[in-house]
């Protein structure tokens, strides 16, 4: 595709679901970001993946949130037993290579009630 | 204290005015660095990177202090589209999967 694909766009989940969040990132890119932007704040990193591989995981808030991209190009993040906390925008980004500009989707919008 | 610190603003300023961001990076060891621009319920898009010796592109100019571990966003001639918040981002290793954003500084320019 032209960008890079999320779905869904807006998600609300009870307190206690489990959601999955599904990006697409451009085709051929290596590099893989996941970041959590809550309101008035500035994205934070979550995980890292190169290629099939996740090289980093350090920001993933808690071991309810699990990210995979199995075969090197679209990535799942999957929170379970959702907070409230958990609200905020799920922004997935890649690249080429690692020092490549980030290409961010427009992420998907989670709000947990 | 956080990683990459910015005055949220809002700045508000009329059409043509100059307007300058600064933000500063508490770790010295930071790589390379960038400025974001991100527009209302959007994703975040690449408006430059900044180099040790300054650049500019077109009416934004783009500094950094390493120093004093600060980094500048200069837009001269502010037109209404300039309207956004833009994100100070640096990056922590060479191998770029270290980037830190700050929370933004909020422009609105008005006519």
């Known amino acids: 595709g032209a960008g890079v694909s999320q779905s869904p766009r807006y998600k609300v989940a009870k307190r206690g679901q489990d959601v999955a969040l599904r990006c697409d990132p451009i085709?051929?890119?290596?590099?893989l970001f996941w970041y959590q932007q809550a309101l008035g704040q500035g994205p934070e990193f979550l995980t890292y993946?190169?290629?099939?591989?996740?090289?980093?995981k350090s920001g993933l808030p808690s071991d309810r949130f699990f990210a995979e991209r199995p075969e090197g190009s679209v990535s799942t993040l999957k929170i379970q037993r959702t907070q409230q906390e958990d609200s905020a925008v799920y922004l997935c980004?890649?690249?080429?290579?690692?020092?490549?500009?980030?290409?961010f989707g427009n992420g998907t919008r989670l709000t947990v009630t | 204290r956080k990683e990459v610190e910015q005055d949220p603003g809002p700045f508000n300023v009329p059409e043509g005015a100059t307007v300058a961001f600064n933000c500063t990076y508490s770790?010295?060891?930071?790589?390379?660095f960038f400025w974001y621009r991100q527009d209302c319920r959007k994703e975040p898009k690449l408006l430059m990177s900044?180099?040790?010796s300054g650049n500019e592109d077109g009416r934004f100019t783009a500094q950094l202090n390493r120093a004093s571990q600060y980094i500048s966003l200069l837009i001269r001639d502010s037109k209404l589209s300039d309207s956004a918040t833009y994100l100070c981002?640096?990056?922590?290793?060479?191998?770029?999967?270290?980037?830190?954003f700050g929370k933004g500084t909020t422009l609105s320019v008005s006519s």
């Open positions: 980004a890649s690249s080429s290579i690692t020092t490549d500009s980030l290409h």
């Open positions: 085709s051929g890119h290596v590099s």
């Open positions: 993946f190169q290629n099939e591989a996740q090289l980093d």
């Open positions: 770790n010295s060891a930071s790589q390379s």
């Open positions: 900044v180099y040790s």
């Open positions: 981002v640096v990056n922590l290793n060479q191998a770029g999967t270290a980037l830190i």
